[in-house]
């Protein structure tokens, strides 16, 4: 059965950072994109960033405007994805979820319970 857990969410002062874990399981996901989504209340569900497969010449990054300098996306060999969150806005609180797809477009085939982020003014 494959899963996506998300750790590492809380509550954080404006100006702190977090580091979110997206473990993954049931399968190999080094030939995945790992992306990174938030929902915050009332809003609809966003683009935070994904980063590509890994290979012998790392794997590609895109963030959306709104974290891009704050937020860096990485990935161990093995099936752990995070999202570094620095510069945090009250603007950032959301739910984070994870998920994965195997090819370069197309919907994202899973996706975890997400992780709530609370950013204090």
């Known amino acids: 059965q494959v899963q996506l857990v998300e750790s590492g969410g809380g509550l954080v002062q404006a100006g702190g950072s977090l580091r979110l874990s997206c473990a993954a399981s049931g399968r190999t996901f080094s030939s995945y994109i790992m992306a990174w989504f938030r929902q915050a209340p009332g809003k609809e569900r966003e683009f935070v960033g994904n980063?590509?497969?890994?290979?012998?010449?790392?794997?590609?990054t895109n963030y959306a405007d709104s974290v891009k300098g704050r937020f860096t996306i990485s990935r161990d060999a093995k099936n752990t994805a995070y999202l570094e969150m620095n510069s945090l806005k009250p603007e950032d609180t959301a739910v984070y979820y994870c998920?994965?797809?195997?090819?370069?477009?197309?919907?994202?085939?899973?996706w975890g319970q997400g992780t709530q982020v609370t950013v204090s003014s």
């Open positions: 980063i590509g497969p890994i290979s012998r010449s790392g794997s590609f």
């Open positions: 998920a994965a797809r195997l090819h370069l477009v197309g919907n994202y085939d899973y």
